[in-house]
């Protein structure tokens, strides 16, 4: 069975703390464990200039939030672990898919509609202060996405629209150019905790209120002693609700201690004993990886290294990928025979890949060639994205993908065009 391709990126402008741990960083490492997971990971530089005109803040949060990764254990060894700027092939990307995607969809995304608003409200021109990669981040993210075909993207829900988006996109690029692309999924985790800050607000950089995830042991206390409590005195019951010491705790701690302090609050724990017993679970955890962190933090060009291996495994995917787009789209050689188009709009001529859905609600995919001839038909799947991946995965291996997916499929009726049509897809131009 085929691998789940999971992708997900933290945008590298500030320093990584609790809530990044416990919403990404903890989830995303433990997911790159799974035997049936195929997982990359990446630091969005690009996305970075979007957020800051710091550049040395840029180049600091690539090297804290890559040595955070390591040191909370992902293993480059099994994983695709990469910096989105060295993957050349992603900017252009995102050309070709800007010059498929409406103005009118980029228009309806949160974050530009959410800037329209606030310069309406302040009665300032509607574009004040917008920059075209604001405006152009949904697609930036969609090219992130579709180059590597991932299926899943791990995302809270205020960034499901973007996976929509990326959905939308690689559907105008399959009907105009054929199926390259597989529509992602976004994978809400509904058990992830949102952690609050020092204020009791939402943990963030914007509230000024956030714990540095590796802070020393000692401004880890002193940041925890200044947690926002109530006047409650010690021996006064307190609740657990609202709490932001006890849902901190509860983040990091098992069912028995959370039980434990539960139990504590009700007794009339005093605030700082409760605040002193997070400390001590909170550095129960992370001493151990602030260890590996701060060795890490010291050789710079170590975590360089791993980079650059990750860029050079990510790219064997990204760099013939590009090259099959770029046929597809036109940018070919000159003294390559052109594929006639005979109407405007039609798709080049040549083998395609469709996926649709039959009257009983099954999914199914056929490749045809240039006239239209059926060379393969599949059987019916229960889900659009298990067709999606036979699909993909008979693009990505051929006849011996055809093979073992033999019962999924119906026999074709012509094998010697079918692969033939199969080798013209795998063959990148140039």
Known sequence: ???????????????????????????????????????FYFLADYHALIKTGDPARVQRS??????TWLAC??????????????????????WLLTCVTGKGLLNRAH?????????????????????????MYPVLMAADILMFNAHQVPVGRDQVQHIEMARDIASSFNHLYGEHFTLPEAAIEAHVATLPGLDGRKMSKSYDNTIPLF??????????????????????????????????????????????????????????????????????????????????????GRIEAVLKAGAAKARATATPFTARLRHAVGLRPLDQVAEVRKTKGAKAAGPVFKQYRESDGRFHFKLTDAKGTVLLQSRGFEAPRDAAQAMARIQAEGLAAVAALQDRLEPSPDPAALASALDALATPAG
């Open 111 to 135: 974050a530009y509609k959410a800037s329209v608003d606030k310069n309406t409200a302040a009665g300032t021109e509607p574009d004040d202060g917008v920059t075209a990669g604001l405006f």
């Open 73 to 94: 254990g992902l293993d480059p060894e099994k994983v695709t672990f990469y910096r989105q700027s060295d993957i050349p092939e992603i900017p252009e990307l995102c």
């Open 62 to 67: 690539t090297l804290e939030i890559a040595a």
């Open 215 to 300: 802070v020393p042991r000692e401004q880890l206390r002193k940041l925890i002693m200044g947690i926002v409590t109530d006047s409650r005195l010690p021996g006064e019951p307190k609740s657990t609700d609202g709490s932001a010491l006890f849902q901190l705790y509860q983040a990091f701690a098992t069912e028995a201690e959370t039980a434990d302090l539960a139990r504590a609050y009700a007794d009339g724990i005093a605030w700082g004993e409760a605040k002193e017993r997070l400390f001590e679970r909170l550095d129960r955890e992370i001493a151990p990886m602030r260890a590996v962190y701060d060795e890490l933090m010291k050789d710079p």
């Open 1 to 39: 069975m085929q691998p789940v391709r999971v992708l997900t990126g933290i945008t590298t402008s500030g320093t990584p703390h609790l809530g990044n741990y416990v919403g990404a960083i903890r989830p995303t490492v433990r997911a790159s464990r799974l035997a049936d997971v195929e997982s």
